[in-house]
């Protein structure tokens, strides 16, 4: 078995787990810590604005033997700041060979004196999923994924909901206000009131001032406007910081024998030419692969096609690639059905999808993009034609 050292990884979420379980299992023989903020052992995140708001019996525990693994596991401990190559934490001092990053986000907040809940932990979503009753007023900022998310489950369980969101159109930020748009129905279809382009002025104990002086009343106030990296201790340090900790393609941090994996680790995309930083389960799941053979001397690189899904108001979203740069977009099907699909392309070649209903397109167009086949724009469009087929 491989000795690589003191291996230290700071954030016991899937993304630390998944490294810690990498590591044990390409070999590594020398010691491993993994210290965690939060009290719980790791868990699941995609659950807490699914089903377990809705489901008393579900528990979204990760399965972690850290006895067989052999895994120093500190929980209920934040990373406070480096020192050389010694980890501090609120609770102690740990030195290191190999120091992993994945200290996950924090939710971003807004303004004013009022509660407001968030929807990041799994104590947050159990202190919701308590509230949650009929003809609660639930005030939710934001209508993203997770605000989308937690309207459904919130109107399912008979709340009054109302959303409120600052851009033009739900899911505006993340895939543009054009495709966004097409979700606003269901929303209404749901019970749940939707409003776009209203700012939230301040967060007050009974509602929310809105900017223009319009007033919401509410009796719980959830804020779902995004969330940060969580790398502020690492300000001041020789770590680069560029949207999260900057890493090469091999999620190597600026400082030797530092990696960052996860919610924190903005890394190069070769496929994509850029950095990203990308907030998804399955780079959670994936990208400790890389990390843990890189930590053992290899020299790996992580450059998928991002994915991402979304259960809202009972239909499957689901997101495949990225189209920050996309020069061509056209719908696959008619967006007023009940299912249809957004496509973007860069240069003749599929970049990103969004599918709504249609799991075998979103499995065919990962292939498309990770193929970067030229495509025939009329087969993509004609959703009678297998996707598949589109590739020229």
């Known amino acids: ?35 965690g903020a939060e009290p719980r052992p790791p868990y699941d995140r ?44 609120s609770r102690g001092q740990y030195p290191f060979d190999h120091l992993v990053l994945a200290t996950g986000a924090v939710p971003v907040a807004l303004p004013g004196p009022g509660r407001q809940r968030f929807l990041r932990s799994y104590d947050d979503a159990l202190a919701l999923r308590d509230l949650l009753r009929p003809g609660l007023r639930l005030a939710i900022t934001g209508a993203g994924w997770i605000g989308a998310e937690l309207a459904t489950a919130a109107a399912a369980r008979g709340a009054q909901v109302t959303v409120i969101e600052a851009g033009p159109a739900p899911l505006a930020g993340a895939v543009g206000a054009k495709v966004g748009a097409q979700t606003e129905r269901w929303y ?22 809105l900017a223009g002086g319009d007033w919401i009343p509410a009796d719980e106030i959830v804020t779902a406007v995004g969330v940060r990296p969580a790398t502020g201790w690492l300000e001041g340090s020789d770590i680069r910081l560029e949207n999260g900790v900057a890493v090469d393609a091999g999620l190597r941090a600026s400082r030797p024998g530092v990696y960052a994996v996860g919610d924190c680790a903005a890394f190069e995309s070769r496929r994509f030419g850029r950095r990203l930083r990308v907030e998804h389960w399955d780079v959670a799941l994936h990208a400790p692969e890389v990390v843990a053979a890189n930590v053992l001397g290899g020299d790996e690189a992580y450059d998928p096609v991002p994915y991402f899904w979304s259960e809202q108001f009972g239909r499957m979203v689901q997101y495949a690639g990225y189209h920050g740069d996309a020069d061509q977009f056209a719908w696959r099907g008619d967006p007023a059905g009940p299912t ?20 075998r397109d979103l499995l ?6 990770t193929s970067q086949a030229l495509i025939d724009i009329a087969r993509l469009t004609d959703p009678a034609i297998s996707l598949k087929s589109a590739a020229a």
């Open 1 to 35: 078995m491989a000795d690589s050292g003191q291996v230290v990884v700071a954030g016991a979420g899937l993304a630390g787990l998944r490294t810690v379980q990498e590591l044990r299992a390409r070999g590594l023989a020398g010691r491993i810590t993994l210290i």
């Open 46 to 89: 995609p659950p807490l604005s699914k089903k377990v708001l809705t489901e008393s019996a579900l528990d979204p525990s990760l399965d972690a033997d850290f006895t067989a693994l052999e895994v120093d596991f500190r929980p209920d401990e934040a990373a406070v700041r480096l020192a050389g190559t010694t980890l501090v934490t």
């Open 340 to 359: 249809w699909a957004a496509c973007w392309l860069t240069a003749g070649r599929l970049v990103a999808m969004l599918t709504v209903d249609s799991p």
């Open 188 to 209: 209404a279809e749901a019970g749940v009131e939707l409003r776009t382009g209203a700012a939230v002025q301040s967060v007050e104990p009974d509602g929310l001032a």
């Open 364 to 369: 065919q167009a990962r292939r498309l993009i």
